[in-house]
């Protein structure tokens, strides 16, 4: 009997909602607050930056949220995305479990990100927006979004953190390819790119500094909004997709998974696919395990603590409940710099704060050692964020081999690595080095603000 290792669907099978997890969520986020007065803010604080539409989602209590159909139409671009039962890795670790794995390297971008950046643009041509800006880190995020406003008509900016500007070229020629202007972050175009270059004119840059500049520009033009690719709650609920699809993949296979692992930065790569399954632990009492796996580089989910902070280094963004490493926090220059961000989102820090879902931190050589095995067993070469996922199934793969009991391991593909050769020509000559934060960095970092440690919700 042959084995069936392509799961695919129609386009029919596309998702028509969103999941919104808040709704069964035991505990509710806390609310943002002023990063002033210290008080939960209401819509005309986020009115500058976001399309009404988009605020709406991001507070609503809804439990599922249409997918307009013009969303759906672009998704069709590359949705539904394939499913795969990893065979050739499985043989390769001598595992009785099951592996299986969504890909989201389909994408026009190469990556998940569009699964939001289509909306988001969407609802800003909806409210007559002209300009949208942003940040990004490896370039994912700016990719996708210079591919959606493309689309729609709407010009976009993108300030790229400075170490992967420069190591990560193509993903900026990408981004001029579909029209957006790309710059530098820190860069002299703003006052809080002045500020940074003054401190530090070799600054490498980071997510926060990026997100200052962004947020800075589009709250000076009516016309200008911004846009985010993680860690916001309707960002974390558009990149459902993914599991509402895997469900109906899984089902097809005649599976359901023990275990579900994602890559972790902001949480929309991880909430993408793990909150839809998350679903049946809250409200079917199910005990699926949805790990998030992090750079030991940038542990907020590890080794952060659980605090009210500034979603940017400048201060420009309202303070959120977030597992935090401080937003003055600068991570190591390693390849996976989509993971390179100081905070987690409010929604996974709270189920993280519950126990609801589990953390696990590794390091650059392990990550790049499991990609490769991925690459020569699978045929597809992982972005680098994507490896930690995988170096996480194959430490529990061994571990359910050592106690005897195999399982079903699920995992999200997030993207591929044709833009990170770089990287991988590192890794193979010797020359990549390891990372780990130290505990002292960490402290000194959190010593910095002065807003206090969350104690109980």
Same mark, same amino acid.
């Given at each position: 009997?042959?084995?069936?290792?392509?799961?695919?669907?129609?386009?029919?099978?596309?998702?028509?909602?969103?999941?919104?997890?808040?709704?069964?969520?035991?505990?509710?986020?806390?609310?943002?607050?002023?990063?002033?007065?210290?008080?939960?803010?209401?819509?005309?604080?986020?009115?500058?930056?976001?399309?009404?539409?988009?605020?709406?989602?991001?507070?609503?209590?809804?439990?599922?949220?249409?997918?307009?159909?013009?969303?759906?139409?672009?998704?069709?671009?590359?949705?539904?995305?394939?499913?795969?039962?990893?065979?050739?890795?499985?043989?390769?670790?001598?595992?009785?479990?099951?592996?299986?794995?969504?890909?989201? +390297?389909?994408?026009?971008?190469?990556?998940?990100?569009?699964?939001?950046?289509?909306?988001?643009?969407?609802?800003?041509?909806?409210?007559g927006v002209k300009r949208i800006t942003t940040e990004t880190g490896a370039g994912q995020w700016g990719s996708a979004l210079?591919?959606?406003?493309?689309?729609? +008509?709407?010009?976009?900016?993108?300030?790229?953190?400075?170490?992967?500007?420069?190591?990560?070229?193509?993903?900026?020629?990408?981004?001029?390819?579909?029209?957006?202007?790309?710059?530098?972050?820190?860069?002299?175009?703003?006052?809080?790119?002045?500020?940074?270059?003054?401190?530090?004119?070799?600054?490498?840059?980071?997510?926060?500094?990026?997100?200052?500049?962004?947020?800075?520009?589009?709250?000076?033009?009516?016309?200008?909004?911004?846009?985010?690719?993680?860690?916001?709650?309707?960002?974390?609920?558009?990149?459902?997709?993914?599991?509402?699809?895997?469900?109906?993949?899984?089902?097809?296979? +005649?599976?359901?998974?023990?275990?579900?692992?994602?890559?972790?930065?902001?949480?929309?790569?991880?909430?993408?696919?793990?909150?839809?399954?998350?679903?049946?632990?809250?409200?079917?009492?199910?005990?699926?395990?949805?790990?998030?796996? $992090?750079?030991?580089?940038?542990?907020?989910?590890?080794?952060?603590?659980?605090?009210?902070?500034?979603?940017?280094?400048?201060?420009?963004?309202?303070?959120?409940?977030?597992?935090?490493? +401080?937003?003055?926090?600068?991570?190591?220059?390693?390849?996976?710099?989509?993971?390179?961000?100081?905070?987690?989102?409010?929604?996974?820090?709270?189920?993280?704060?519950?126990?609801?879902?589990?953390?696990?931190?590794?390091?650059?050589?392990?990550?790049?050692?499991?990609?490769?095995?991925?690459?020569?067993?699978?045929?597809?070469?992982?972005?680098?964020?994507?490896?930690?996922?995988?170096?996480?199934?194959?430490?529990?793969?061994?571990?359910?081999?050592?106690?005897?009991?195999?399982?079903?391991?699920?995992?999200?593909?997030?993207?591929?690595?044709?833009?990170?050769?770089?990287?991988? $020509?590192?890794?193979?000559?010797?020359?990549?080095?390891?990372? $780990?934060?130290?505990?002292?960095?960490?402290?000194?970092?959190?010593?910095?603000?002065?807003?206090?440690?969350?104690?109980?919700?």
């Amino acid at each position: 009997m042959s084995q069936i290792r392509k799961i695919t669907l129609t386009e029919n099978e596309i998702p028509r909602q969103w999941y919104n997890i808040v709704a069964d969520m035991p505990n509710k986020p806390l609310p943002p607050l002023h990063p002033g007065t210290k008080e939960p803010i209401g819509p005309e604080m986020l009115t500058p930056l976001f399309p009404m539409e988009l605020i709406k989602q991001e507070v609503t209590g809804d439990t599922w949220v249409d997918i307009p159909e013009e969303v759906r139409d672009v998704y069709k671009i590359w949705r539904p995305t394939p499913m795969y039962r990893a065979y050739g890795l499985e043989k390769a670790l001598g595992t009785s479990s099951k592996i299986y794995y969504k890909y989201e +390297g389909v994408s026009p971008a190469g990556s998940h990100k569009p699964n939001t950046a289509v909306p988001q643009a969407y609802y800003n041509k909806q409210e007559g927006v002209k300009r949208i800006t942003t940040e990004t880190g490896a370039g994912q995020w700016g990719s996708a979004l210079s591919f959606a406003c493309q689309l729609f +008509g709407i010009e976009c900016e993108v300030y790229m953190v400075r170490v992967s500007y420069e190591g990560k070229p193509y993903r900026k020629i990408l981004m001029n390819t579909w029209g957006a202007n790309v710059y530098p972050s820190p860069s002299d175009r703003t006052e809080s790119g002045r500020k940074i270059l003054a401190q530090d004119p070799n600054s490498p840059g980071s997510l926060g500094i990026a997100i200052s500049e962004a947020v800075e520009l589009a709250m000076q033009d009516e016309q200008t909004k911004y846009a985010l690719g993680s860690v916001l709650n309707h960002v974390l609920m558009h990149q459902t997709v993914i599991g509402l699809e895997s469900i109906k993949q899984l089902e097809k296979a +005649g599976d359901m998974p023990d275990i579900v692992v994602a890559p972790f930065g902001g949480g929309s790569n991880f909430a993408g696919i793990a909150f839809p399954f998350l679903r049946y632990n809250l409200t079917e009492g199910k005990t699926i395990r949805c790990i998030a796996a $992090e750079p030991a580089s940038c542990p907020k989910l590890t080794r952060g603590e659980f605090r009210y902070d500034l979603g940017d280094t400048v201060g420009m963004t309202p303070l959120l409940p977030m597992y935090t490493l +401080g937003h003055n926090f600068v991570p190591a220059p390693i390849h996976a710099g989509g993971l390179r961000y100081h905070g987690a989102g409010a929604i996974v820090s709270q189920l993280l704060k519950d126990g609801l879902i589990e953390a696990q931190s590794l390091k650059q050589l392990e990550c790049f050692e499991s990609g490769i095995l991925f690459a020569r067993t699978e045929g597809i070469v992982p972005a680098p964020e994507a490896t930690h996922a995988i170096a996480t199934v194959i430490r529990e793969a061994k571990q359910a081999d050592e106690a005897g009991e195999p399982k079903t391991i699920l995992f999200n593909l997030c993207g591929h690595g044709h833009f990170d050769m770089g990287a991988y $020509e590192q890794y193979l000559s010797g020359k990549l080095v390891e990372h $780990e934060v130290t505990q002292e960095e960490i402290s000194a970092s959190l010593a910095e603000l002065d807003t206090p440690v969350i104690a109980c919700v």
